[in-house]
């Protein structure tokens, strides 16, 4: 059986870091992230223990995946959001300043579509550094 925890103080720093203005759509990208951990588990057939529900630093635990598996585990979830992101299109001609998809209290024209990048880039770089057993305290 699965346990699923749900860690409320990272998911206020995950808003808080990624939009702050905008934070239901940073929880729909959170789903989003967390639906394609679960569909990568699905397709490796692997068994999760563990899942906990915390923003940009999801965690989770399983058993008997190899090195490659567990990279793609790690990547599905970034993956999902980079692909909603680019689904979402913007018109050419209303684009946006480069700074408005750094800041997080920026108003967005297309909030979904840049708060889903914003999550894919660092997700994709905090299970990087999981991968590679890089620490980061």
């Given amino acids: 059986m699965t346990n699923i925890n749900i860690d409320l103080v990272i998911l206020i720093i ?11 759509y940073v929880l729909i990208a959170a789903f989003i992230n967390l639906f394609g951990y679960l569909l990568a588990a699905i397709i490796f057939s692997t068994k999760v223990n563990l899942i906990v529900f915390g923003g940009i630093f999801n965690s989770f635990s399983f058993s008997n995946l190899s090195f490659i598996e567990t990279a793609g585990l790690f990547l599905s979830g970034p993956f999902l959001n980079f692909l909603i992101a680019s689904v979402l299109n913007d018109k050419p001609e209303k684009t946006q300043q480069s700074l408005a998809f750094v800041i997080p209290y920026a108003t967005l024209r297309n909030p979904l579509k840049t708060i889903n990048m914003r999550f894919a880039f660092v997700t994709f770089l905090y299970n990087i550094g999981l991968l590679l057993n890089v620490s980061l305290f």
Avoid: E, W
């Fill in 14 to 24: 995950t808003i808080c870091l990624l939009g702050i203005r905008y934070p239901h």
